[in-house]
């Protein structure tokens, strides 16, 4: 079955720092991978995916993850945050080939302060 | 743009009673998912449709949960006879099956069961 581990439930940075939020994986085979934002009172927003090729993945707002298969991890990066950026991630595996049912992570909450 | 739509946005119900929520996708995408998230925690499966058909339940829809998706537009999930523990945000997707790995959320509807 697969899962995914978020070790962080919650990270603080200051506004202009870098960030790395970590997401490890347990799947089979080559997996599907997600992150998403949550805002609260929103809905998830997906930020960027990976399913093949580069392993090093752009999405939007600036941010950026590395899937790394020795190491089971698929951890997002950005290299300057902002104050809005502050909402809970979501790391999230889908099943190779459909990819219909995706496991989630329990999140990391981040937070900004200026 | 117009996005998934979830209504109610909130509801809150006595323990016992049943209750219906509206999931309506995205107009071109077949695909359609109902996902639950706890407090602290990612969202978990539950279950979708492709078209009016459903192909897949989770263990963690119970006999009193059902979804429809009738005419393979906008589906329903009923949660007969309420529990405490049903309390949760039920969050509905939607993609297109030849991008079955880009769902689309909606912002939710937050049940309350006292």
């Known amino acids: 079955a697969q899962s995914v581990t978020q070790p962080d439930i919650h990270i603080t940075v200051s506004e202009g720092a870098s960030l790395e939020l970590r997401c490890n994986y347990s799947y089979g085979a080559t997996p599907y991978l997600f992150w998403y934002v949550q805002s609260p009172g929103q809905g998830l927003q997906l930020l960027l995916k990976y399913f093949s090729g580069d392993t090093l993945v752009q999405g939007i707002k600036g941010f950026e993850a590395e899937f790394k298969r020795s190491q089971s991890s698929f951890n997002l990066r950005k290299p300057s945050v902002h104050w809005s950026d502050a909402a809970e991630y979501f790391c999230a595996v889908g099943a190779y080939g459909t990819a219909s049912k995706l496991t989630f992570g329990t999140g990391t909450r981040l937070q900004v302060t200026l | 743009d117009t996005g998934v739509s979830q209504d109610p946005r909130h509801k809150i119900t006595k323990r016992g009673q049943n209750v219906t929520f509206r999931c309506d996708p995205i107009?071109?995408?077949?695909?359609l998912y109902w996902y639950r998230q706890t407090l602290g925690q990612g969202p978990e499966f539950l279950t979708y449709?492709?078209?009016?058909?459903?192909?897949?339940k989770s263990r963690l829809l119970s006999d009193r949960f059902s979804a429809e998706r009738p005419k393979g537009s906008f589906s329903t999930l009923e949660i007969q006879r309420t529990e405490q523990g049903d309390s949760a945000m039920y969050l509905c997707?939607?993609?297109?099956?030849?991008?079955?790995?880009?769902?689309?959320f909606g912002p939710g509807t937050r049940l309350l069961v006292l």
């Open positions: 449709f492709q078209n009016e058909a459903q192909l897949e």
């Open positions: 997707a939607s993609s297109l099956s030849i991008r079955v790995e880009t769902q689309y």
């Open positions: 107009s071109e995408h077949n695909r």
